[in-house]
């Protein structure tokens, strides 16, 4: 047996005035596309907003549905619009901020194991690893590629 160590590098912020102003755009954008959550259920308005490569930002908000579990995460929603609109246009930043109840958290909200498998997908697909923004109240998160979020990304064709 050995022993191994994982370190997940990320920076935090206190405030998002520290951030640089691009990262400041998207954590606007994810906190405008908060108001498209539909979330009458959990209560829990979730907002992204992903910047591709091409500078376009493309915003998501978790849609939920009494038909559990057919609703999507916001961060899908975003992902997958872009995708399907952009297909070879790599993702640049995914921003992500989640509210119970309309207001803001203050840790930042992570993104669930089906949200962070897609991002490895995509990371993967475009061969460039993309950053992601965690935003709270108190604090906020910065990630340069899904493997800080993701440690052992499940890849089907490196099994074994």
Not at 16 to 37: F, I, T
Not at 39 to 67: H, T
Not at 73 to 87: D, G, L, T
Not at 136 to 157: M, Y
Request: glycine fraction near 6%; include cysteine; aromatic fraction near 10%.
């Amino acid at each position: 047996m050995m022993k191994q160590t994982l370190n997940i590098h990320y920076e935090e912020y206190a405030s998002v005035d520290q951030m640089l102003p691009e990262d400041q755009e998207l954590v606007a954008a994810c906190r405008e596309a908060q108001k498209g959550s539909y979330s009458p259920y959990s209560n829990f308005q979730v907002g992204a907003a992903l910047r591709l490569a091409n500078g376009l930002i493309v915003k998501g908000a978790n849609q939920e549905n009494a038909a559990y579990p057919s609703g999507l995460c916001a961060e899908r929603v975003a992902m997958f619009w872009a995708s399907a609109n952009y297909p070879d246009v790599p993702f640049d930043t995914l921003a992500i901020a989640g509210s119970d109840h309309g207001v803001l958290c203050e840790s930042p909200a992570s993104p669930c194991g089906a949200c962070r498998q897609v991002m490895a997908e995509y990371q993967k697909k475009y061969k460039h690893p993309f950053k992601i923004i965690l935003v709270g109240s108190k604090r906020i998160r910065k990630f340069n590629q899904v493997e800080d979020v993701l440690p052992f990304i499940f890849d089907s064709l490196t099994i074994g």
